[in-house]
């Protein structure tokens, strides 16, 4: 056998240096440059990666993150059933990039009765991942470098990192709220917009505004002549309007929905944005849509194809199933979009009257899922720390789910920077629960306010 004579090649490789001093093989060599792009300077922190985690390891009860913890309707689990196990092994495949083709005719069937006109849906409709990637392709497909974003507050907090990443600038507008009479609790209709503050957002560098109705995490269901009001501005100053309407079925009260696509000169300058997660109650199934004139969707679909390209066959054609059973019963009392508000609006009571029994005053919401309370009067729980930048409900939510096993997220991460700490003593619960959840949460409250009050 014979030996070698000398060192291995690897360390020959090693121990040899290049010119300028470096070895030709070191796993010291580390990039010098910036990495990242430019466009993710600070936007890389998230609220919902860090109170998701919170609520992992503390948490109970969970009131924060915004999904229900029961299951969808007996007749979409069947239709997506039916589509996995069924004999057309074609949906297992590929289907149309912007849409498979059942899912989005029964969108334009559908949107179009409810805008009243009549829509392609081939060039009307695109099919998303989520909402939040129909979202990330509007601001993609319209916002360039120097362009201003109209973003009210409080707003959904994606609005304003995806702005940014597009090389816009968010510009915000506050709603205003106004004290109700008679000592009543708040409602979200008591948050509105100062219409000449609105108007003064506008200019030559506005290309869009972004309008949530009903909105998150207020629950604010925009009126007529709010709505008109923003309509009015943006022909003005022909601006775009990005209009996310995944709440569109969670109206209470009697109020209605009204979809500012529908209003006059709007329908050629607006994306309506919709989900099947909030729409269905199927969250983790990632169907959404936008619904808009084809000089609009057209760009979307370069951002869609050169990104994500495709969405699931399978969970596409079950929500195609659910909407051709709603178009049949639309208007009807089995229609799912009737029952269910119906039943999330006595969970919402339920837990308004939960949270004021105890102290912490609810806003009542007009729509979504969500509610807002103030926690003034629990102030005295978790102390002011002077001079930190952390706003106050952001420590009072962590204290909260620390100490007391009950999670919801802070007001202020809907808010600009500049605006945090105007609106730092409220926290916004989720009632889209199980009944067993609210009671948990309740018991949790009652417990909470007994110790306050023993001696």
């Not at 069947?78 to 899912?103: C, D, I, W």
């Not at 969250?283 to 994500?308: A, E, F, I």
């Not at 002011?384 to 706003?391: A, G, L, M, R, T």
């Amino acid at each position: 056998m014979l030996r070698r004579a000398g060192p291995s090649l690897r360390h020959f490789l090693l121990e040899r240096k290049s010119s300028s001093g470096y070895s030709l093989y070191s796993s010291e060599a580390k990039m010098s440059r910036q990495v990242q792009a430019r466009r993710l300077e600070g936007i890389d922190k998230n609220i919902w990666v860090e109170f998701v985690k919170l609520a992992a390891t503390y948490s109970t009860v969970n009131l924060g993150q915004g999904f229900p913890d029961f299951p969808p309707p007996d007749f979409l689990k069947e239709a997506f059933v039916r589509a996995l196990s069924g004999k057309n092994h074609m949906l297992h495949q590929y289907t149309r990039a912007f849409g498979h083709p059942p899912l989005v005719k029964i969108l334009a069937q559908f949107f179009g009765k409810l805008l009243g006109r009549d829509l392609d849906p081939m060039t009307n409709v695109m099919v998303t991942v989520g909402a939040y990637q129909a979202l990330f392709c509007c601001f993609q497909a319209f916002v360039d470098e120097g362009d201003e974003v109209i973003i009210i507050e409080p707003f959904f907090d994606c609005y304003e990192p995806m702005v940014k990443m597009a090389g816009g600038t968010p510009v915000f507008v506050p709603l205003r709220p106004k004290a109700p009479k008679d000592g009543k609790l708040m409602s979200s209709a008591d948050w509105q917009l100062d219409p000449d503050d609105l108007a003064s957002k506008f200019n030559e560098r506005t290309k869009a505004i972004v309008l949530n109705s009903p909105n998150n995490p207020l629950g604010k269901v925009f009126s007529r002549g709010e709505l008109e009001l923003i309509a009015d501005l943006c022909v003005k100053h022909d601006v775009l309007c990005i209009s996310d309407e995944v709440y569109e079925w969670l109206v209470y009260d009697g109020k209605e929905h009204i979809r500012i696509a529908s209003l006059q000169g709007m329908w050629d300058r607006t994306v309506i944005i919709g989900s099947a997660g909030k729409t269905f109650s199927a969250t983790g199934w990632k169907v959404g849509w936008t619904v808009g004139p084809n000089r609009l969707l057209q760009h979307l679909h370069t951002v869609h194809q050169n990104s994500v390209y495709h969405c699931a066959t399978v969970a596409q054609d079950a929500v195609a199933q659910g909407f051709q059973r709603e178009l049949e019963l639309y208007g009807k009392p089995d229609s799912y979009f009737i029952q269910l508000p119906k039943e999330l609006q006595q969970k919402r009571d339920w837990l308004i009257q939960s949270l004021d029994a105890v102290g912490m005053k609810p806003i009542v919401p007009e729509g979504t899922y969500f509610l807002v309370a103030d926690i003034s009067k629990f102030k005295s729980d978790v102390p002011d720390v002077p001079d930190s930048d952390e706003p106050y409900d952001s420590r009072f939510a962590k204290w909260m789910v620390k100490n007391k096993g009950l999670a919801a997220i802070p007001l202020s991460a809907f808010y600009s920077e500049a605006h945090k700490n105007n609106y730092n003593h409220f926290i916004r619960f989720c009632f889209a629960k199980e009944e067993a959840t609210l009671k948990a949460a309740n018991d949790i409250l009652q417990k909470w306010k007994q110790e306050k009050t023993s001696p």
